[in-house]
């Protein structure tokens, strides 16, 4: 079974955000992946399996 991802793009798991939370107080995971949203450089439609 392939895991189920957060992000498609970057290929992030719901227990990497978690780790990178606990690690670094915050995550730094979902910067990035927002960050790479709003610049557009985030292809989670055409990644993600559910289109989103």
């Known amino acids: ?3 189920e ?9 719901k227990k990497d955000l978690e780790e ?4 670094h ?3 730094t995971i979902m ?3 927002l ?3 709003k610049s557009g450089s985030c292809n989670c439609k055409t990644t993600n ?4």
């Open 20 to 23: 990178d939370a606990r690690t």
């Open 25 to 27: 107080g915050k995550s």
């Open 31 to 33: 910067e990035q992946i």
């Open 5 to 13: 991802y957060i992000c498609y793009c970057f290929k992030h798991t």
């Open 35 to 37: 960050t790479a949203s």
């Open 49 to 52: 399996p559910k289109s989103r």
């Open 1 to 3: 079974m392939s895991p």
